[in-house]
Every structure is written in C-alpha cells, then in structure tokens.
C-alpha cells in the first residue's frame, strides 16, 4: 500500500535508541529503502531459517524461527509490517527489569467460521501450554501481574475467566511483542517434534502452532511485567476519514496496525487518505530512506517493473516454444515406443484414452484461458483490488464447477 516507509519513520522519531532493525525478507525489497543504514540488517531466510524448511510459504515457519537470527538480541521487539510506533517511547515501555512488558488478559477461543483456521490454531497452543502449566499455580504465585490495575476491563475477563480449571485462551493484542530471544529457545527444546512438524507446512495449517505460543510461554511461566493496553487496530474501509486520523494522530495509542479486510471498498481513495495522514504524522524523510526526489523515485520503480514484466514475457515465450515443440514430437516418440515395446493392440488403447480425454477437456470450455486473459490487465495496472476481486469469483466458479 505505499505506507511501509512510514514504519521506518516512527521507529526513527519515537525509537531512535533501537540498536538494530532486523529485516525479514524473501529478498524483495522496496525500491526506496537505503540497504546500507548502520542499522538495518536485511536478512534473508536462507540466512536463519533451516534448508529442511525452504521455500516457505508461511508466515508461522519464519516467526518461529526467529531466534536463529544473526546478532539478534536477548531482548527484542517482533513487529509486522503492518504495526506501526506512533508515539515517542523508551526501552523501559518493552521491557523492565530484563522482562518483557505484556497484557495478561485470559480470553476464551471462538470461532464462526468453518474456514478460518486461526482458532484451531489457538487450541494447538493452548493445549501445549496446560500440558505445561498448572492454571492455579500461575495466578497464586503471580497474582500481581494477573490482576494489575492498568488492565481496566480486562481484570473482568480474569476475574470471570478464574474459576475454569485450564487456560482458556488469551487476548491477543495486534500490536507489537516483546520476546526474549531464550524464551523461543526454550520453548524449541520444550517441543521439537511441534514445532518441525509446523515448519514442514509450506502453507499455514490448522494443525500449526505460531509466535504467540511463545507469548504464552512468557505469561504462563509468569516471565513478564505487566502493563497498561496502548495498542489499537483499525480496518481500512471501516472507519471514516476523520476516525482513522484520530486513532494514528490522536496520540493515545503507542502502537496502532493497519489492516484490510476482504471487504469491498474503494482501495485507491483509502489508500490515499493513509499515504496522506501518515506524511503529516511523519513528514521528515528518515535516515532509512534513499534522498533521492519522489518523481525520480517513482520513475525508477515504475521501469524496475517494466524491465521485470519484459524478462518474464521472453521467458513465458522461450517455455512456450519448448512446449510447443515437446507437444509436437511427442506423441511421434511415444507411438513409436508403445508399438515396438508393446504392439499394435496397445497403440490402439492408448488413442482411444487419450481421445476420451480430450473429449473430457471440452467440458473445460476454454475457463483458464479465459481466467488468464481476464487477469493481464489487473496485473499489467497493478490493480489489486480488481485482482483479488477476479480471484475470489474464479474460486468460487471454480468450486460450483467441480462440485
């Protein structure tokens, strides 16, 4: 959406004592990004995530191998990159006394939706930590960070939520986390066999676990010092103009995520109102950023692309050929074979299946030529909610079809 440039800013303005940015990445970088800052650490996952594990597709592999990263810290901050620091802020608001500050407010894990797998999730994890932890125990021994004051209405959930046996659940705050890097090592030895098993997912499975099973550990083992709530989250598309602003600039959120929603909206004029109410948040280029002008800066990513969509066209065009060939001669090759290693009677089945399967093709209609067609245009604009809007009714046509 154009705004990760403005995560770069407020770590700069409200966290200039941050030692070091660690930056995850597959190795696509914005074109704006100073790779040679002091502190930026652009780190690739070949360089802290295990051979066996790559390539991944899931977020969860590389969040819970984040302890294997070069120079990281005991003490560090996990951010996405939709979270962003809106206010000034020191090391003590993360951490104090060498432990992680945290909201330890119960919650109870709900779902009403068959296809959303978050919640399966959820249980994997908490049943890893009762199998771990005795409920009663941890609240005894660490009432005052249970029931501290600074967590408002949470101290209902905990207070409502005491009685139950087992952890039901904790409320998740879309904010960023404190982590000591021994706790992922910890939790790693705890169980290995868990933790492989989720890193073996290309894709995100139900039967994952994720990073905030090491926040749990943390509540848990009572290794945290509590504090007050000072996130929020805001859905683009949901809230007015005047409601955004006044929840990134109003300055009583330290940390505030930006997150879309599958919903339909006008994505070029909201994405506009957020690219315009961050710069007036952050209007000073920070140190992470190339000073080079805007239009230059555009100019040069807009013939970036132009360059890649010109080396994937004669790539697309070399592959197409070698079908074409391949398709061409053979059949020739395989008619011979089947004849000579096998007769004439054998040729003869193997034309009437194949006749069959063309027959069978027709039923196909020529949809994924179409589909791919339809989707140039959104891809050569970059238009993404169009994308994405072509991709969900594809899907479902798709679904209708097969069933």
Not at 262 to 284: A, C, G, K, N
């Amino acid at each position: 959406m154009g705004l990760f440039r403005y995560w770069f800013r407020g770590i700069e303005q409200n966290a200039p004592w941050v030692r070091k940015v660690h930056l995850l990445t597959y190795g696509h970088l914005p074109a704006w990004l100073e790779p040679d800052h002091p502190k930026l650490h652009i780190v690739n996952h070949r360089d802290f995530i295990p051979e066996e594990y790559l390539p991944t597709f899931s977020s969860h592999t590389i969040e819970l191998n984040m302890h294997r990263i070069p120079d990281l810290a005991e003490h560090f901050l996990y951010f996405n990159d939709d979270v962003y620091l809106m206010k000034p802020s020191q090391p003590e608001d993360f951490f104090r006394d060498g432990l992680p500050c945290d909201t330890a407010v119960m919650g109870v894990i709900k779902n009403n939706d068959t296809a959303n797998f978050m919640p399966y999730i959820m249980l994997n994890m908490m049943a890893l930590v009762n199998m771990s932890f005795d409920k009663r125990s941890v609240i005894r021994q660490n009432f005052g960070k249970w029931f501290y004051p600074g967590y408002g209405k949470g101290l209902l959930y905990n207070l409502y939520l005491l009685p139950w046996g087992d952890f039901t659940g904790f409320r998740n705050y879309h904010s960023c986390v404190s982590f000591c890097k021994s706790t992922l090592e910890e939790v790693w030895d705890r169980f290995p066999e868990v933790l492989d098993a989720t890193c073996r997912h290309k894709f995100r499975d139900r039967a994952d676990v994720n990073q905030y099973l090491f926040r749990y550990w943390q509540l848990a083992s009572g290794r945290f010092a509590p504090k007050k709530p000072d996130s929020t989250y805001l859905t683009i598309g949901k809230q007015s103009e005047s409601e955004v602003e006044r929840l990134l600039r109003g300055g009583k959120y330290r940390v505030v995520c930006v997150n879309d929603d599958p919903m339909d909206f006008d994505f070029d004029t909201e994405r506009q109102q957020l690219v315009d109410i961050f710069q007036r948040t952050f209007p000073q280029t920070s140190a992470f950023e190339r000073h080079e002008p805007l239009p230059k800066l555009r100019e040069r990513t807009d013939a970036m692309k132009k360059l890649s969509r010109a080396k994937n066209t004669m790539r697309n065009t070399l592959w197409g050929a070698i079908y074409r060939v391949a398709t061409l001669i053979g059949p020739f090759a395989i008619k011979t074979i089947i004849i000579k290693e096998l007769g004439q009677e054998y040729n003869g089945l193997s034309t009437l299946f194949t006749s069959v399967l063309t027959v069978l093709n027709l039923a196909n209609l020529g949809f994924n030529s179409s589909l791919v067609f339809t989707m140039y245009k959104a891809i050569a604009e970059d238009d993404k909610p169009a994308l994405c809007a072509m991709l969900k009714f594809y899907r479902k046509a798709t679904a209708s079809w097969v069933w």
